[in-house]
C-alpha cells in the first residue's frame, strides 16, 4: 500500500533505488554509518530545540511545523532532489489531513555553522507525480532482487557499501 511509504524510503528511491529496496526489505546496516549517526544526532539537538513543534503523522516524523511552514532539517545538501521528493510526500500526508503548509528544508553544515535553506510547495504537478513515483516505489520494493547496484560516488558514505560490493 502506498500509503505506508515513508520519508526514508522516497528519498533513498531518489537517491538509490538498490538503498530504497534494501531499506524497504529490512536489510538494515545503517547504524554502523558514522554519516547516519551524525544525522540521529543532529536530529536529536533540533528535536531537543525544537519539542514543542515536532510531530508525528502516520509514520511520519516531522521535525518542525509553524503556521506557514513544515520544515525538514538535514545535515547535508548533497541530494536536494530527494530530500525535496521526502518533503513533498510530507506535504501531501498533511494535505489529507487537511492540513496545508509549504516546505522548508534547513541544510546544516557539519562543521560550518551556516545553514542553507530550500524552499518547496506541493501543486497540481509535482501532487501527480508524487502518486506516479509512490506506485513505482511500490512496485520496486516488491521485487524479489534489488536492482543492480552500480558504483558511484556517493556509494562511499553509503552505509551498504560492503553489502553492495565487497
Ligand atoms: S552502496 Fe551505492 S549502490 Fe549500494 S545502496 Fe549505497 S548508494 Fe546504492
Redesign the pocket.
Known amino acids: 500500500m502506498t500509503s505506508n511509504i515513508t520519508g526514508t524510503l522516497i528519498n533513498y528511491y531518489f537517491?538509490?533505488k538498490?538503498?530504497c529496496w534494501?531499506h524497504a526489505n529490512r536489510i538494515n546496516l545503517e547504524d554502523n554509518s558514522e554519516d547516519v549517526r551524525i544525522g540521529k544526532i543532529l536530529h536529536e539537538i533540533s528535536e531537543e530545540k525544537n519539542k514543542k513543534s515536532e510531530i508525528s503523522i502516520d509514520n511520519v516524523k516531522i521535525d518542525k511545523l509553524t503556521k506557514e511552514y513544515l520544515i525538514e532539517i538535514k545535515k547535508s545538501d548533497s541530494d536536494p532532489e530527494a530530500v525535496k521528493w521526502q518533503v513533498l510526500l510530507y506535504l501531501y500526508k498533511l494535505k489529507k489531513k487537511g492540513v496545508i503548509k509549504k516546505g522548508k528544508i534547513e541544510f546544516i553544515e557539519k562543521k560550518r555553522q551556516s545553514k542553507k535553506i530550500h524552499y518547496v510547495e506541493l501543486d497540481e504537478v509535482n501532487e501527480k507525480e508524487l502518486l506516479e513515483v509512490l506506485v513505482q516505489i511500490e512496485n520496486l520494493i516488491n521485487q524479489e532482487h534489488p536492482p543492480e547496484?552500480?558504483?558511484?560516488n556517493?556509494?562511499k558514505k553509503?552505509?551498504?557499501?560492503e553489502?553492495?560490493?565487497i
Open positions: 537517491h538509490c538498490t538503498q534494501l547496484p552500480i558504483f558511484e556517493k556509494c553509503c552505509a551498504y557499501y553489502y553492495c560490493f
